[in-house]
């Protein structure tokens, strides 16, 4: 039966995880161990593609581990919206994979984590109850603890340490929702709770269901990192390795951001669409301005996750099935660009041995296709045509239904853009700046120079990032299929006359945030903004504020 590959999805990660342990035995065949843990991603790959058909139809697909259904055993679900998730973990984890093994300091230690994490992934991507999220995000955490600090600075180390314990904190509250449904429902199946709370008049009409929702969004929105619970992810995705950094914004926080969205939809909690519609302007805008305040090339990057993960929050807060499928198509095009962004920047910060992007001379004759790479990279998160951030920005335009919100997304286009024309002189000098030569040191050559194996990775991921903008229209619409088992029904212009203007205009903002921002007044205002991290005591109190904010929008 088909049902039956569903499993081959969670266990085929765990399994590369397992083999890549005799790495360590015969540590002559070691880089053959970790080449066959990345090939482990074949089973996930082909059963999606296998089970793709049915699913798109329409069909719920159970598989009952030891063949005890619920709500006495665990079942995998696979649904279109588990189908998206599994597929996005399918798509990126092995480009990033492969992009490590070209690199030999990462052994099958390394490997064994990575194959850890994507099994973590998975399980919060199937799994049909709430406890067995709960496992998955831990496994997800411990993974990402140790790959934080897996070079072993003081920086990774402190980051790393931050991550697990606001993460552990984050689910906490996960765990206390969970405790909440289990005593007044007794059952943990999400499919069986969304029944009873049904037929109970819904969330919000039981207080105790309602705050146990509240926690579960605390707990997932850590994972997310949106605003107030974002204060983890600058330091994790800086300092952690390149790849490392890659993979969490690439895929991490996507995986977290759809089981909330599952949730919500599943228990009826479209009363809060207002308030993550809100949330998501205010982390997009607030996110993109200390973005554009730094000057480590790395943190710049992981400010515009939390930023662009706004966008998606945003829109999906705008509560139409339109705005469900431009959050999904962004967030898909969101893990292309900026696991590609990570790894071409990630490697020109390699290669010079400095973080600071005013002291990263141009690399763009030194490893040209890394240039280019960056440069479809820019050009997507900046939303710029033909590629994919241009077509799923324009869904959220549509998606966001003349929101007010909408004028803040719209100002973190133009700032965006800025940010990322001072971001690419790594790459690209200014223009009345001379392209200089570029200083080479052997040790970091032999460390971080890609090689040919690095080079197909980042020229797949920029290929990608093209396809998904030219076929925009198409990729929407598979979603969307995905999604709600047909096609759009809501067509839009991409290129529009109107939307040109708008771009038009942003791009001349951007570039005039951009010459304000480097000029002497501008340089002492990024510094005072990046002097603004909060505390630990203050990160708890954000903590708490996030927890009011959900608890008091269904009164």
């Not at 015969?26 to 843990?37: H, N, P, Q, V, Y």
């Not at 790959?45 to 139809?57: D, E, H, M, Q, T």
């Not at 005039?512 to 002497?520: D, G, H, M, N």
Request: proline share 4%; with cysteine.
């Amino acid at each position: 039966m088909t049902e039956n590959l569903i499993i081959w999805i969670l266990v085929s990660p765990l399994f590369g995880g397992a083999l890549v342990l005799f790495g360590k035995i015969f540590k002559r065949a070691e880089g053959f161990f970790c080449l066959l843990s990345v090939l482990s991603f074949a089973g996930p790959i082909f059963s999606l593609l296998r089970l793709l058909k049915p699913v798109a139809g329409g069909a719920v697909l159970f598989y009952s581990l030891g063949g005890w259904a619920e709500p006495y055993g665990i079942s995998l679900v696979l649904d279109g919206f588990a189908w998206i998730s599994a597929a996005l973990i399918s798509l990126i984890t092995p480009l990033i994979a492969l992009f490590a093994l070209g690199n030999r300091k990462y052994g099958a230690r390394f490997f064994f984590f990575l194959m850890l994490l994507s099994g973590g992934m998975y399980g919060v991507a199937l799994t049909g109850d709430l406890f067995t999220m709960f496992v998955g995000f831990e496994i997800i955490a411990i993974s990402a603890y140790v790959l934080i600090a897996w070079e072993g600075t003081p920086t990774g180390l402190v980051a790393s340490f931050k991550y697990l314990m606001l993460s552990t904190t984050g689910i906490l509250f996960f765990l206390f929702g969970i405790f909440l449904i289990y005593r007044d429902l007794g059952v943990l199946s999400i499919d069986r709770i969304s029944t009873l709370l049904q037929s109970a008049g819904g969330v919000r009409n039981t207080p105790t269901m309602h705050l146990a929702l509240a926690s579960l969004c605390v707990g997932i929105g850590v994972r997310t990192a949106f605003i107030p619970f974002h204060t983890w992810l600058p330091e994790a995705h800086a300092y952690a390795p390149h790849p490392v950094s890659a993979l969490l914004s690439g895929v991490l926080i996507k995986v977290s951001f759809f089981a909330m969205v599952r949730i919500l939809l599943e228990f009826g909690g479209s009363y809060m669409w207002e308030l993550l519609l809100w949330i998501g302007a205010v982390t997009a805008i607030s996110a993109v301005v200390s973005a554009l305040a730094q000057s480590d090339a790395k943190r710049l990057l992981a400010y515009h996750s939390i930023s662009q993960m706004g966008y998606i929050l945003a829109v999906f807060g705008a509560g139409s099935s339109f705005a469900l499928s431009a959050s999904f198509f962004h967030a898909l095009n969101h893990a292309l660009f900026k696991s590609l962004l990570f790894l071409t920047v990630g490697t020109a910060v390699g290669l010079r041995g400095v973080r600071n992007l005013y002291k990263i001379s141009a690399l763009g004759r030194r490893i040209p296709l890394f240039g280019l790479a960056f440069f479809v990279g820019a050009l997507s998160i900046s939303g710029i045509p033909p590629f994919n951030g241009f077509a799923s920005k324009a869904y959220i335009s549509s998606g966001m239904g003349g929101s007010p919100a909408y004028v803040l997304l719209w100002i973190t286009s133009f700032l965006t853009i800025a940010s990322f024309v001072k971001l690419s002189r790594i790459y690209f000098p200014g223009p009345k700046e001379p392209f200089p030569a570029a200083p080479q040191n052997a040790a970091l050559d032999r460390e971080y120079l890609p090689g040919k194996l690095e080079h197909l990775v980042v020229i797949v991921l920029a290929l990608l990032c093209l396809g998904s903008g030219v076929f925009g229209v198409q990729v929407a619409g598979f979603l969307n299929t995905l999604l709600y088992k047909q096609e759009l029904t809501y067509s839009i212009s991409l290129f529009g006359w109107k939307k040109m203007l708008s771009l038009l205009t942003a791009v001349i903002m951007g570039l005039a945030a951009f010459r304000l921002v480097t000029t002497s007044w501008g340089k002492r205002l990024s510094s005072r903004l990046k002097a603004l991290a909060p505390d630990l005591h203050t990160v708890l109190i954000f903590f708490f504020i996030g927890l009011l904010a959900f608890a008091a929008v269904a009164y």
